[in-house]
């Protein structure tokens, strides 16, 4: 029933569209010429802000709204402020939660960016046959859902106990080569390892997706710059980082930013894993906990929320570079 009202509402909101783009183009068809230069830009605007308006805007309010609603033991709902936000800020868990969010954010983006400029470099490098072979094995992956993904690297971390046959891959190896125990990789929390372990599953997920772009951008880099570098005596290394990648800026700016937006509202990986136990929670988790779990829809929105506001920075830096980026040109 509920996936019926969402057809209806996406169906119906794309309808008033198209009927608003309908009633804006005849008004204009029946203005002179001097007011048909002046409406004509809102009969391609008018739908685009009435989906805006409909799907994005006020969607906003009512979590905003929402997050400041509190339930009761009877499920009752009342207004309560900031009653939401304070609880979860003194909360230690969500604290931890905000802290595995942070981590996630300084290594994911920076690694995904690194491992596709550094594939994307080398893989230029080769001939067109080698190069198109290598590059479609590193983009594979990004064929693959969140969830499939999160099942094959659930092989990679199995654990059984000592003594059984180590179905898991890497506990495989670690047996085979160190002969200790194996080790319970999903568990194990000491220095945020299966937190790293499981960034190693969204890392792997994009870094086609990097290497895609970064290969575009560095392929659009003119050639003679990087020979004017190289006849003034420049290595290959000072000619990368003092001649390409500035020039490449841009879609380094972009590639990190994306990862990064993806990186912060993630929630398939961790709950197909871990389900946010075992101090791998997120901020994408602790909503699902909230909403479904506990049945708190307050706390959930002040997760959302919270979740918005650390987005909007990187929006904004984003859309400034954007800017500079077309001064430039």
């Known amino acids: ?6 057809l209806i509402s996406v169906v119906g909101g ?3 569209s198209f009927l608003i783009y309908l009633g804006l183009n005849f008004v204009v068809a029946k203005t002179n010429t001097r007011w048909n230069a002046r409406l004509l830009p809102y009969v391609f605007l008018g739908p685009v802000l009435l989906l805006i308006l409909v799907f994005l805007l006020i969607p906003t309010g009512l979590t905003v709204f929402q ?9 009752l709902q009342s207004f309560g402020g900031l009653t939401n936000y304070v609880s979860l800020f003194s909360t230690p868990s969500f604290l931890q939660t905000l802290l595995n969010n942070l981590l996630w954010i300084i290594v994911v983006p920076a690694v995904t960016v690194i491992i596709g400029l550094g ?24 064929a693959i859902s969140a969830i499939a993904a999160a099942s094959i690297w659930q092989f990679v971390y199995y654990y059984t106990a000592p003594g059984q046959p180590q179905v898991g891959l890497l506990n495989g190896i670690w047996t085979g080569i160190t002969h200790a125990d194996p080790v319970a990789w999903l568990q194990n929390d000491t220095a945020h390892m299966n937190s790293l372990l499981l960034m190693v599953v969204v890392v792997w ?6 290497m895609v772009l970064l290969s575009a951008a560095i392929k659009g880099v003119p050639e003679e710059t990087i020979e004017a570098a190289r006849i003034d005596g420049a290595s290959e290394r000072q000619a990368f980082f ?24 993630l929630f398939d990986i961790v709950f197909a894993m871990t389900s946010g136990q075992f101090n791998t929670n997120v901020l994408g988790m602790e909503f699902y906990n909230e ?7 307050g706390k959930a929105s002040a997760v959302v929320v919270i979740l918005i506001l650390a987005v909007i920075p990187v929006i904004i830096y984003q859309v400034r570079t954007y800017r500079q980026q077309e001064v430039l040109r």
Do not use: H
């Not at 029933?1 to 969402?6: A, E, F, H, K, P």
């Not at 909403?291 to 829809?297: A, I, L, R, T, V």
């Open 67 to 75: 997050s400041l609603q509190k339930t009761d033991q009877y499920g």
């Open 119 to 142: 594939v994307a470099t080398l893989a230029d490098r080769l001939g067109p046959t080698r190069e198109k072979t290598f590059k479609s094995i590193i983009f594979l992956p990004m």
């Open 1 to 6: 029933m509920q996936i019926l009202s969402v």
């Open 205 to 210: 997920l994009n870094a086609g997706y990097a």
């Open 291 to 297: 909403f479904f779990s506990f049945n708190n829809p």
């Open 14 to 16: 794309l309808a008033v």
């Open 242 to 265: 003092r001649i390409i990648a500035p020039q490449i800026r841009a879609t380094i700016v972009a590639v990190f930013i994306t990862v990064l937006i993806t990186v912060m509202k």
